[in-house]
């Protein structure tokens, strides 16, 4: 059964608009993490934020921010003030069971384009 | 630099023929683990490492593919018998045992390899 599942394949917005990466997951677990990385074309894999599932209020790093809807088991993330170098791929991600470390289940991806 | 890095960034090899790619973790991170990513999708999580000992293997890791980290610092992972299919980028991501509230990997900018 898919884990994360993320519907937008692309996505484009203007320069300085905000924007909403849509991500669905699916757990039986009460304790797990959510996660948004950035895949620039360069291929590293960078860290954006960070939601647990315990945590009451919505994760933010500067212009991004997670917005949480437990019951429906959806973590968007949201970008504000797009720049041009917000173009790139992203991926929201999924840690259950701490049993073996803390490897991430992801999902397929939205490309974002950020247009001046 | 002391993030993750890897080794070859690029890989051109004929079918059949053996590869191997080299990943440096971050030097106090004891977790160690690798990914392949197919182009449009997300990482898929191959196996993983705390310190010398490989804890996790997927399914997707068939006995083609072997990993080592002896002495629980840098890894190797070696693709035998190569096939098209095996042509992805392959990723290389560590983290500390513990990492506080987040437990974010840590990813190098992968391997990519095309076999021909």
């Known amino acids: 059964a898919q884990k994360i599942t993320q519907t937008q394949p692309g996505m484009f917005v203007q320069e300085k608009e905000a924007v909403t990466l849509d991500c669905t997951y699916d757990?039986?677990?009460?304790?797990?993490?959510l996660f948004w990385y950035k895949q620039p074309s360069s291929g590293e894999m960078i860290f954006l934020i960070y939601?647990?599932?315990?945590?009451?209020q919505n994760a933010t790093e500067g212009r991004y921010s997670l917005n949480f809807q437990k019951a429906r088991k959806s973590a968007n993330l949201v970008i504000s003030a797009s720049q041009l170098g917000d173009s790139a791929m992203y991926f929201c991600?999924?840690?259950?069971?701490?049993?073996?470390?803390?490897?991430?289940?992801f999902g397929a991806g939205t490309i974002l384009r950020v247009k001046s | 630099d002391t993030g993750v890095s890897q080794d070859p960034r690029h890989k051109i090899t004929k079918r059949g023929q053996n590869v191997t790619f080299r990943c440096d973790p971050i030097s106090e991170h004891n977790r160690l683990y690798w990914y392949r990513q197919t182009l449009g999708q997300g990482p898929e999580f191959l196996t993983y490492?705390?310190?010398?000992?490989?804890?996790?293997k997927s399914r997707l890791l068939s006995d083609r593919f072997s990993a080592e980290r002896p002495k629980g610092s840098f890894s190797t992972l070696e693709i035998q018998r190569t096939e098209q299919g095996d042509s992805a980028m392959y990723l290389c991501a560590s983290s500390p045992r513990t990492s506080g509230s987040a437990g974010e990997l840590f990813f190098g900018e992968g391997s990519r390899l095309t076999v021909l």
């Open positions: 991600a999924m840690r259950e069971v701490e049993e073996y470390g803390n490897k991430l289940v």
């Open positions: 490492f705390q310190n010398e000992a490989q804890l996790e």
């Open positions: 757990t039986s677990d009460q304790s797990y993490g």
């Open positions: 939601q647990g599932s315990y945590d009451e």
